[in-house]
């Protein structure tokens, strides 16, 4: 489904400020693997991400998604296999137009426009029981401008829009880090559900342990822009808290003990 090979990026590259977010990392994903990303900030793990996406090109290496090599494949041109949610609940959404119109945008993703109505009586049937589905009231407020829902509403809502459309893949970037434990859970509990029922090949960035832990099929560990531990299967179900925070420690020593970012 998914395959990087020799991938490397340089940031700021010949200059004393030059970094390498990635360092020649190859790695296969299968189609329906739900792959959970931990690392210490500055491991590479959202350029990773953006490496997939098209936000900039490799350095060096290929990309290949669902048998096609997009290594030099502008973002636009790989929207159509890739979904992504955000950190930001604010991103990924139009504020100023209404939930039924996010909605219709995202019904239109990798498919020709042209002129005509833009959320048709069809379509409106469709967003009522999706959004019946996610069980926050937003199929009573779809003429609500989406500037006005909360920061978990935005993310439950961005969370249907980017799967509207059945994606190859689904990248989810810290997806609910700027949202309250409550709703934080929620949007858990959704993007499982959504994964499971769409059999989707999905990565998630997280900082939290368990939920790295509990979440997916596999675990990949990034340090300094290298995976320094792959697990899948049995192996990560019998995986602990504890044993992940050695893995940290044995790469970079004690200053993990003060990431303020690691939540176990």
């Known amino acids: 489904m998914i395959t990087l090979q020799d991938c490397s990026k340089y940031f700021h590259r010949g200059s004393v400020n030059e970094v390498r977010a990635l360092n020649t990392i190859s790695l296969h994903i299968e189609e329906g693997d739900f792959t959970t990303i931990i690392g210490s900030n500055g491991s590479g793990k959202s350029t990773l991400l953006n490496a997939l996406a098209g936000t900039f090109w490799l350095d060096n290496g290929t990309i290949t998604i669902g048998g096609n090599e997009v290594t030099r494949w502008p973002e636009f041109k790989r929207a159509r296999l890739i979904a992504r949610v955000f950190q930001d609940p604010l991103l990924g959404t139009c504020p100023s137009a209404t939930i039924e119109q996010n909605l219709a945008l995202a019904l239109k993703r990798g498919k020709r426009r042209g002129f005509g109505p833009g959320v048709k009586t069809r379509d409106r049937i469709r967003f009522t029981e999706e959004l019946e589905k996610i ?130």
């Open 135 to 264: 069980g926050l009231g937003l199929e009573d407020r779809m003429q609500d401008r989406v500037g006005l829902l909360s920061g978990g509403q935005r993310q439950a809502l961005t969370m249907l829009m980017a799967t509207m459309v059945r994606p190859e893949v689904l990248l989810l970037d810290e997806h609910i880090a700027a949202l309250d434990p409550k709703t934080a859970n929620q949007i858990l509990t959704l993007t499982h559900e959504i994964i499971s029922n769409q059999n989707l090949t999905a990565l998630m960035i997280t900082h939290n342990m368990r939920h790295a832990i509990s979440f997916g099929n596999r675990l990949i560990m990034l340090h300094q822009g290298s995976i320094i531990l792959d697990v899948c299967g049995k192996e990560k179900e019998n995986l602990s808290v504890e044993d992940l925070l050695q893995q940290f420690y044995r790469v970079q020593g004690e200053e993990f003990a003060n990431d303020s970012m690691l939540l176990v």
